[in-house]
């Protein structure tokens, strides 16, 4: 049995990987269109545009896994089924179950790797693809990318970072302080800032403007010590796109927000789905054993591909529809990111159990 087990492992990666060489030229060509939108002669170039899709390639292949899983389980065993080697291999007393069992090892091992190319390749690459966009945008208007603006709140402050420099050096930092009647009682505003430590920082270029009883005050001063709000979070990572983040960069900035008395559901929601992609790729595999058993005389092995890709379009525009809804209606993180993942693996299982039992 060792023996067809690695049999249909090497035809379900196989089938992964002519999946994959189906999706990604399509979605790669549909990323460079939406960027050539912004190419502006003298300043986000094409060049700069394919290099930035090129950049965020491994985001795309993590983000169509579950498809990728999908597709290409049902061509892997498909061609099989296709082939009659399936029957062949049940006639020697390999189960349904079975097979799914091995599909699923693929599937697992993918899952894994997609997993690790999400967190230490794909998100860094995103990230220093966005930062050259963003810096080539810039440099065509002129001025200062405001994107990377940052808003934060703690107690009775509120900080504004008007952008950061190198993704490390702020500016423009202006802070606000009230009192319980929520009056301003002080306004500071730095040019820039030395980032010391987590907790201390060193504002440059000052002015100082404070409220006592209706008389204002005004202050300048070359340097200030500033004991910062923003705790143990990376300004760089509070800056970057949700889906840009690594799961420990949602991690430690979830952290912060809840430190800061922010609310953190949408990043939660991010990480648990980063979280729960691998759950969602097993029962993708384990969808595929339907289409390759279902009709296992019919060689039309181009209506499965378009049939199984239908549902896992069905499958994805759900899923979203459920997180968003959860966000909207302030319902359990982890309800609404794993809960869909873990019913269709448990739909996907019952399904591979009700093909093997039948064929007894």
Known sequence: MK??????????????AAAAALLLPLFTTLDLVGELDDVTPGGYRLSQAIEVVFMTLPRRVVELGPFIALLGGIAALGQLSATRELTVMRATGLSIARIGFTATLAGLALALAWAALDEWVASPLQQNGLELRNEAMAAGAQASNDQGSVWARQDDQIVRIGNLQHKRLPVNIEIFRFDNDRSLVSYIFAETADIQDAGRWRLNNVQV?????????????????WHSIFGGARLGDITLPTE??????LYRYIAYLKGSGQPSAQYEMAMWQKLGRPILTL???LFAI???????RSPNLGARLALGALVGLMVYVSNQIIVNLGLLLKMNTLITTLGPALVLLAVAI??????DRGSR
């Not at 404070?210 to 010590?225: I, N």
């Not at 339907?290 to 296992?296: G, R, S, T």
């Open 3 to 16: 023996i067809l087990d690695r049999y249909i492992i090497r035809h379900v990666f196989f089938g992964f």
């Open 290 to 296: 339907p289409f390759a058993f279902a009709q296992p």
């Open 283 to 285: 029962a993708m595999i």
């Open 244 to 249: 840009s983040l690594s799961a420990r960069q």
């Open 350 to 355: 019952v399904m591979v159990g009700y093909l």
């Open 209 to 225: 403007k404070q409220w006592d009883q209706g008389a204002e005050t005004t202050q300048q001063l070359d340097h200030m010590p």
